[in-house]
Nanobody, 121 residues
Framework: QVQLQESGPGLVKPSQTLSLTCTVS??????????WGWIRQPPGKGLEWVGA???????NYNPSLKSRTAISWDTHKNQFTLQLSSVTPEDSAVYYC?????????????WGQGTQVTVSA
């Protein structure tokens, strides 16, 4: 059974960089053909795909966030990390990590429980 767990600070100041880590257990993040993504849900709004990293280490990002987003991985720890720079209060959301299958933004079959991130001074 694959399990994902988000970790990181719950409060970030405006203009700073949000950094979250997802630790994966029960399966390797380098296994074909899985992708490991970040999805967020601002209060009162729908889910928004932020970006993902593939089983081979390639990345893809939501075009609206691309200039501020970086996703990386540590295969030894079986973790992947989201960094979102120059945050504003509009980046406040519940952030989820999830496994995607087959392609970037593909079917999401396993999710973390989510972590609330608030951007505030």
């Amino acid at each position: 059974q694959v399990q994902l767990q988000e970790s990181g600070p719950g409060l970030v100041k405006p203009s700073q960089t949000l950094s979250l880590t997802c630790t994966v257990s029960g399966g390797s993040i380098t296994k074909n053909f899985y992708y490991w993504g970040w999805i967020r849900q601002p209060p009162g709004k729908g889910l928004e795909w932020v970006g993902a990293i593939s089983f081979s280490g390639s990345t893809n990002y939501n075009p609206s966030l691309k200039s501020r987003t970086a996703i990386s991985w540590d295969t030894h720890k079986n973790q992947f990390t989201l960094q979102l720079s120059s945050v504003t209060p509009e980046d406040s959301a519940v952030y989820y990590c999830a496994r995607e299958w087959g392609q970037f933004g593909g079917h999401l079959d396993y999710w973390g429980q989510g972590t609330q991130v608030t951007v505030s001074a």
